[in-house]
């Protein structure tokens, strides 16, 4: 697969899926087929939110943008998530909210920092199951990204 997609900036974790698609029950053979329609980003932006904050109640839902088209869906635990979508690829990605560090001393955001990254890396696996079907191996000099899919 190749093609690109955005993420936050400064994202510390960054999970690669297929945008979901709707699905349509075929009569004549008793199976439910996958369809090219994309669902709704509404649905889908709802849906990863409150799976999210079912398990970390901490987060809280966001509207904020961070350029290019990656929206952060969620904020809590000094941290923001983001959600991007392009030609039916999708991240999600994490990053650490440097807004929650700003009135910290040199040592005390260095300290804070580095708690709120090892949570991340802790966390994220649980965070993004279900959306991390890909793994990015590779960028071409044109910006175009390639990606294998997650044998995990």
Do not use: H
Not at 45 to 58: G, L, V
Request: charged share 25%; hydrophobic share 30%; glycine share 6%.
């Amino acid at each position: 697969m190749g093609r690109s997609v955005n993420y936050l900036k400064n994202a510390l974790q960054v999970s690669y899926f297929q945008w979901p698609v709707f699905w349509n029950y075929d009569e004549e053979t008793g199976i439910d087929q996958e369809t090219d329609e994309l669902m709704d980003a509404y649905e889908v932006r709802q849906d990863i939110q409150e799976s999210i904050i079912s398990e970390y109640p901490e987060y809280s839902y966001s509207k904020k943008w961070d350029g290019n088209e990656t929206s952060i869906i969620l904020t809590g635990y000094c941290t923001e998530i983001g959600l991007s979508e392009y030609f039916g690829l999708a991240t999600l990605s994490i990053r650490i909210d440097e807004n929650e560090l700003a009135y910290c001393s040199e040592d005390e955001y260095n300290e804070q920092y580095d708690t709120i990254e090892k949570w991340i890396n802790e966390n994220w696996a649980k965070i993004s199951q279900g959306y991390n079907q890909y793994n990015k191996i590779g960028t071409f000099s044109n910006g175009e990204n390639v990606y294998e899919k997650n044998n995990k």
